[in-house]
């Protein structure tokens, strides 16, 4: 219709940002076949067949973190296809690799008990909260974590089956044990090892000489928070 209308090749292409050689290749397809659409059954053919494509389908529902080599493995296409076909076949599917989700080491039962902590302590004006000196003891690793890398569709980062557990690091780390308060007070100290019951009541003592009797202590529900020695080191000095 527009070389009807008088247009020419070189007018066209720059009308629809493509080069001339594609228009001319698509004017001469018109004129033989009368369509400019692709033949049906034209072009390379699918490596894959139905039965292997299903079978890809099956592995990667069963196994997120499948790599494409152990997907390839799994499916017996070793000597079949490469690692390329195998990547293009699942990002055809909408499931691409990321970084898989963790598990919130916060349960139920935490959660709980933090919204029965807030109640309780709702009403506590800021000159209360300075009486309070919070104690917590903290790992840092040395080493990066792995991440670990899963398949999934788009927007599914969240679902039960493609989330992770939580695992804390085996790697190398350092602890730290220390305080702050409302008031600025702070106290940091270098913990060698990991701390239990008779580490920590020494941490307490080295850290105040003379305890205030207004002074609160908030601590977590860690095991040499709660031991046996560390309640009775407490009721001994009146915390």
């Known amino acids: 219709e527009m070389i009807i209308s ?26 033989e076949t009368g369509s400019t659409s692709r ?20 592995i990667i529902n069963t196994n997120p973190t ?55 302590y709702q009403e506590y004006t800021e000159k209360d909260w300075n009486k309070v000196l919070f104690f917590n003891e903290t790992s840092i690793q040395l080493h990066p974590k ?4 899963i398949r999934r569709p788009v927007g599914c980062q969240f679902k039960k089956r493609y989330i992770i557990k939580h695992l ?21 100290r270098y913990v060698k090892g990991n701390i239990n019951s008779t580490i920590y009541t020494n941490l307490l003592s080295n850290a105040f000489e003379n305890i205030p009797s207004d002074i609160l202590f908030q601590q977590d529900r860690a095991p040499c928070h709660e031991s046996r020695l560390t309640r009775a080191y407490l009721t001994e000095r009146g915390i």
């Open 39 to 58: 033949i049906i059954g034209s072009g390379r053919p699918n490596k894959l067949d139905k039965v292997q494509k299903l079978k890809i389908k099956r």
């Open 6 to 31: 008088g247009y020419k090749q070189c007018e066209i292409s720059r009308l629809f940002k493509v080069s001339q050689a594609t228009i001319s290749r698509l004017l001469k397809k018109k004129c």
């Open 146 to 149: 792995r991440r670990i890398l």
């Open 168 to 188: 804390y690091s085996q790697r190398q780390s350092i602890m730290f044990w220390g305080y702050i308060s409302n008031v600025g007070l702070r106290y940091l």
């Open 66 to 120: 499948f790599t494409p080599r152990q997907i390839r493995s799994e499916a017996g296409l070793d000597e079949v296809v490469g690692l390329s076909t195998i990547r293009r076949y699942i990002c055809s599917m909408g499931i691409y690799s990321r970084v898989a989700k963790k598990t919130s080491i916060v349960t139920k039962k935490h959660r709980q008990n933090r919204v029965k902590f807030a109640k309780i």
